[in-house]
């Protein structure tokens, strides 16, 4: 593997090897909650953000439909406190039942269960306490919202079994990661829609596409140890197969637009609201261009910029509520 071994840095602070360097959880978090918060990868934040961001993508084009609503800045603000929540009490459960494969891949050896920081017990106790909180969030929201909220906990639970049995495992983590956009839209309309669907398959299939980059760094120690993935399954056609979901992404989430905004008649809100997908896909574009396949920092590098690839959605979509 190459850029992702464990450094002598990582040994000596317990700092997990594909953190951030010079992350606030090594360096100024106090030491009892470091293992805690390196379970939540707060160390790593793009996880939280590719949580959140369906989130205010649904929340924004409900919005445009009908209206900016005070409750709507609740609404984003409890999102993403429930995301940083959600992803971390995700992540320790991927992280438990992942604890035997994490300690035979050279990137997540480090992580604190494998490396000793925390036991299993600890880390079902900081994973409860995640999922309290973050219900607590939840029941500020009407009831249709929170029946979201706790039907997306079962994707959640099944995602870190899905690469034993499927070579697709990166459609389960596209499942849960992108119930926001269900969720979001619920939450300031009452009800679903199918431009709520559709938003929501665009963000499946682009997880497919973000998360097989990801899993790109980790193929070779995957085949050692039997895991699945759609990088070790799509293996140098990828290029190929990510074109596909790029292409799949800007077309449903063009759908999603054009159902929620066609209606209302408005052309100046209807062209903001379409430059959503549209900005996205040439982002994804520039990102495929970069690619290399066999180089663990780019894909790393690659799958971190997904970040902005959601945000030039998300502005777009705001732009066509506040509009």
């Known amino acids: 593997m190459t850029g992702n071994s464990e450094t002598p840095e990582a040994q000596i602070t317990g700092q997990v090897a594909d953190a951030y360097r010079g992350n606030w959880v090594d360096h100024t978090a106090p030491a009892f909650s470091r293992p805690y918060l390196r379970l939540s990868r707060a160390d790593r934040p793009i996880g939280t953000w590719l949580l959140l961001l369906p989130c205010w993508w649904s929340i924004s084009l409900a919005a445009a439909t009908d209206g900016l609503r005070l409750f709507d800045l609740w609404l984003a603000i409890g999102c993403a406190i429930g995301a940083f929540l959600m992803r971390g009490a995700g992540c320790t459960w991927n992280d438990i039942t992942d604890r035997d494969f994490d300690g035979q891949?050279?990137?997540?050896?480090?992580?604190?269960?494998?490396?000793?920081?925390?036991?299993?017990?600890?880390?079902?106790?900081?994973?409860?306490?995640?999922?309290?909180?973050?219900?607590?969030i939840l029941f500020t929201f009407n009831w249709a919202a929170i029946g979201m909220g706790v039907l997306a906990l079962a994707p959640v639970a099944i995602y870190p079994f899905a690469k034993r049995f499927t070579w697709w495992p990166q459609v389960f983590l596209g499942i849960a990661f992108n119930w926001g956009a269900l969720l979001g839209w619920v939450a300031h309309t009452g009800s679903l829609s199918w431009a709520a669907v559709l938003l929501y398959l665009s963000g499946l299939v682009w997880t497919l596409f973000y998360d097989t980059i990801y899993a790109h760094q980790d193929k070779e120690d995957d085949a050692l140890i039997g895991v699945k993935s759609t990088a070790r399954l799509f293996g140098t056609n990828t290029p190929r197969w990510l074109g596909l979901f790029l292409v799949l992404t800007v077309i449903l989430m063009t759908g999603s637009v054009l159902l929620a905004l066609l209606p209302l008649g408005n052309p100046l809100v209807l062209v903001i609201g379409l430059a959503a997908p549209w900005a996205m896909g040439w982002h994804m574009l520039g990102q495929l261009r970069q690619l290399d396949i066999d180089n663990a920092d780019i894909c790393l590098d690659l799958f971190r910029k997904s970040r902005n690839t959601g945000l030039l959605a998300a502005l777009f979509l705001a732009g066509s509520a506040i509009v």
Do not use: E
């Not at 891949?105 to 973050?134: E, F, N």
């Open 105 to 136: 891949v050279a990137r997540t050896r480090s992580r604190p269960i494998p490396s000793g920081q925390v036991t299993v017990k600890q880390a079902l106790g900081w994973m409860v306490l995640q999922t309290g909180v973050a219900a607590l």
